[in-house]
């Protein structure tokens, strides 16, 4: 790969990135300590990417430097993602590929049965398969329980949450993609009864 394509390449990436996070020009700057007309002109391929650029950049977007300058596959198939922390929930990654679907690996530790999280919309569409544990979904007004093998599938624009209710750590493979990428399972909406 020649020099001036990998270097060509860095705008777009860094800008699908923060896309991929959902993070501001100004947030992005608060972080790294880069101004913003650097970092609009970097992503824009107006100004060239050294080094000194990259590795904040890349600490920010919790990538490894390669994965900004497209360094050439080494040939192992292996994704080598690292875990995100949010509000005590782990997130591994289990896919690379900005703006279409992308899977997740996800730990959530037990809570507190009094604890009730706050319900949140996004753009999207998510399906999660859970793996073990005891999971509640709260979509909506409804509140839908499910065990190892259960699957649910939701349009992420309504109001919803994801709580252990069980003693040990629940695990989920979720995929999450952009509206109009629906698969085929869908969870009942229907209140289950105890709940």
């Known amino acids: 790969m020649e020099l001036e394509t990998i270097i060509d390449g860095v705008g777009a990436r860094l800008k699908a990135l923060r896309s991929r996070r959902g993070t501001t020009l100004a947030q992005l700057s608060e972080t790294t300590g880069i101004s913003v007309s650097t970092l609009s002109r970097l992503e824009s ?22 994965e900004l300058v497209a ?28 703006g279409g679907v992308r899977a997740f690996k996800q730990i959530i530790p037990p809570h507190h049965p009094a604890v009730r999280p706050d319900l949140r ?14 999971l ?36 989920t493979i979720n995929l999450f993609g952009p509206q109009g990428e629906r698969l085929h399972v869908r969870a009942s909406t229907g209140k289950r009864a105890g709940t």
């Open 71 to 98: 360094a050439p596959a080494t040939g192992d198939p292996r994704v080598h993602m690292k875990p995100i922390q949010r509000h005590g929930t782990t997130y591994i990654p289990l896919s690379e590929r900005p």
């Open 121 to 134: 919309t996004h753009e999207g569409y998510e399906w999660l398969y859970v793996l073990s544990g005891s």
């Open 136 to 171: 509640r979904l709260l979509l909506g007004e409804h509140e839908i329980d499910l065990g190892p093998g259960e699957v649910a599938e939701f349009d992420t624009r309504t109001p919803h949450a994801l709580t252990n209710i069980g003693d040990v750590p629940v695990e």
């Open 45 to 66: 391929g107006q100004r060239r990417p050294t080094l000194e650029l990259l590795l904040p950049l890349a600490a920010a977007h919790r990538v490894q430097l390669d």
